[in-house]
């Protein structure tokens, strides 16, 4: 839970930031962690 709240604290200041390609990068990111998260359980 903790490393979930740390993730989206780090996609908030990529939001925040203007960089079109680290909004995406982080939307990969979240995908590939809603995966793994939905394999844990």
């Not at 979930?4 to 680290?22: G, H, R, V």
């Not at 995406?24 to 995908?31: K, Q, R, S, V, Y």
Request: hydrophobic share 45%; net charge positive; with cysteine.
């Amino acid at each position: 839970m903790i490393l979930w709240i740390t993730f989206k604290i780090c996609l908030e200041k990529a939001y925040q930031s203007q960089s079109f390609t680290a909004r995406i990068l982080n939307l990969l990111d979240e995908t590939k962690l809603s995966l793994w998260y939905k394999n844990l359980n």
